[in-house]
């Protein structure tokens, strides 16, 4: 990596509940209402499985009932209106997936989509790849393309990203890594720091706008 391509990155850093009992140290529990035996007011003290649904004198008379006194219903030809019983079919299933929220391991994705892009030296997407359209990186496309033009290759190894932070209406994720850029003569120059890419997150913000892309860079060169 070229003296320029260093001064590129380094640049870029720059109310209470009920309790429902009596009142012991009052006038005592209230008294239960007249028929509330079974603990709702108006309902019997067992149940039981006696009739379902509406009494016999309200349904039509050519609905016959069984030995328990239910009605028997001729079979549904598919015909009958949806019941509260049932959710609609478009309700019914699991949670909408949230797995298009991106991830940690969608920044590490980028910053060696990065380098992939530095390899094939396609400057425009490795460029693209900083926050802001490229701007983020305090280049314009052309000099940030000109800080490779002394550099052969560039091996990367990326390290576990860091915990994602929240700011006003972005996120933030660092991604250390640790590079060896072999220079046009073959000569290696190693590089240790870290990328801290960011997203927004506020309600309009675009696709592009919602994906990790690299905000600032702290890379350092290791001396022999």
Do not use: H
């Not at 391509?5 to 009920?18: E, H, N, R, V, W």
């Not at 496309?141 to 915990?163: K, L, R, Y």
């Not at 932070?165 to 640790?178: H, K, M």
């Amino acid at each position: 990596m070229s003296s320029l391509a260093i001064a590129t990155l380094l640049a870029a850093c720059s109310g209470d509940k009920p309790s429902g009992a009596a009142n012991d140290a009052g006038t005592g529990a209230l008294p239960a209402p007249e028929g509330a035996r079974g603990g709702v007011t108006g309902m019997p003290d067992q149940p039981g499985p006696g009739q379902i649904g509406p009494p016999p004198a309200a349904l039509p008379p050519q609905v016959a009932l069984d030995d328990q006194g239910n009605p028997i219903l001729p079979p549904d030809d598919g015909t009958a209106a949806a019941t509260g019983d049932t959710p609609p079919a478009e309700t019914q299933g699991d949670a909408p997936s949230v797995t298009d929220e991106p991830t940690p391991q969608d920044a590490v994705a980028v910053v060696r989509e990065y380098y992939a892009a530095i390899n094939r030296r396609d400057y425009a997407r490795a460029y693209a790849l900083w926050s802001d359209g490229g701007r983020a990186s305090g280049q314009s496309p052309q000099q940030f393309a000109g800080g490779f033009v002394d550099t052969a290759g560039v091996s990367v190894e990326i390290m576990a990203p860091g915990a994602v932070d929240a700011g006003a209406g972005s996120r933030f994720i660092e991604v250390p890594v640790a590079l060896t850029a072999t220079q046009g003569d073959g000569s290696p120059r190693k590089y240790v720091g870290a990328y801290t890419l960011r997203r927004a997150v506020v309600d309009g913000a675009s696709a592009e706008q919602r994906a990790w892309r690299i905000g600032t860079a702290d890379i350092r060169e290791v001396k022999p």
